[in-house]
């Protein structure tokens, strides 16, 4: 037999490592959701949304240091029954044949396994969400210019359809009034725009190549965190899920007896600190519940025929550029409500539809009359492309 598929032994299975992996995302997902349900009636927890991965990566951070300190395991390898042990190669022959195994000796964690562990569960995801989603709003502004041109080739005035507070700003002004912390944001998304597909790649191949081998039995490491910290995953023996209770209330009690100050301080920062431990326990179980309260709803609502049989739905392409204003075309008044053709007051406005520009409507209709074009971009236009505003903005 390749690889282990029971529950036999000390070394987890794959499908053991691989739930225990999967458990963080599911839990994000369980919270998200929770949120943006409970954010229709309280439109504040919006802001949460907004910086979900700030959110999720502060509440990781204490859940996974709180997790290793006590129990030697992350939080979703803890509920699983599993313990992290530092891995020793055994050099010794009378080791190798007084003790079963394949030359590897297992300790508990030391003080800077744990600090690196939290670094790889739970700073490293969240620098690489944040990359993610610069490469993707690069991608984004990528194709947007290839479809629409360039940023610089475009009409900077927005305003003039919406708000419409200033004229055209040039591209020499834009360059002028661009700032170094602009220019330098934008060169940096650039290089994590070219640079980021090959990281993610070689991330991604690693991962693979270990759990493969791990799955094959190949290797007792299942990432390449787990390696590069000198780490494997254990099952817990019985006497340890039994003492884990034990060792948490003499870590709490220890903590109890460093405080320091006057007996009624204490006695204030001795309450705070049982009611963050009661807190923090709840969580723990809250949280789990949440995982497994979204999965049921998540299989209830869509099964799984229906995830097979549905269609691939993408997002709607980028809205189109305002259109250029031509060089021998009018050029636009710095007040929005003066038409372009006649330089006074607009009467009766009148949009051209195939650039969206207003003017009065006996000028436009005279202009495309004779010249049969929008008077702003040169854009073949006809009398039928007028449309009248019955409101002017």
Known sequence: MLFQVGGQGTRPT?????????????????????IGVLA???????????????????LMLVLETHSLR???ASFAESLYGLRRRAAKIRTKQADIRSKTGDGIQHSNLEKRQRVLSVVFLVVLPYLKSKLHSIYNKEREARLQASLWGPVDERVEDVDYFVEGEASIASTTSTEAEATIRTRLSKNIQKIIGLCY??????????TFTYQLLYLLDATGFYSVGLHALGIHVCRATGQELMDTSSRISKIRSRERERLRGPPWVKAVQ????????VVLDYAQTGLIAAVFIFKMMEWWYQSAEERMSAPTVYPPPPPPPPP???????PLPPDRTICPLCSQKRANPSVVTVSGFVFCYACIHKYVSQYKRC???????????????????
């Open 375 to 393: 008077p702003v971009t040169l854009m073949p236009s006809d009398i039928d492309q007028i449309r009248r505003l019955f409101h002017d903005m």
């Open 270 to 277: 001795g309450a705070l600190l049982k009611c963050a431990y």
């Open 197 to 206: 597909p090959w990281v993610h790649a070689t991330t991604e191949g690693l």
């Open 324 to 330: 250029k204003v031509a060089k021998d075309g009018i």
């Open 70 to 72: 006590t129990t030697d």
């Open 14 to 34: 794959f499908f053991e490592m691989a739930a225990a992996q999967q458990l963080p995302a599911s839990l994000r997902a369980a919270l998200t959701y929770s």
């Open 40 to 58: 229709l009636r309280r439109p504040i927890l919006h802001k949460v949304l907004d910086y979900e991965d700030e959110f999720f990566t502060l």
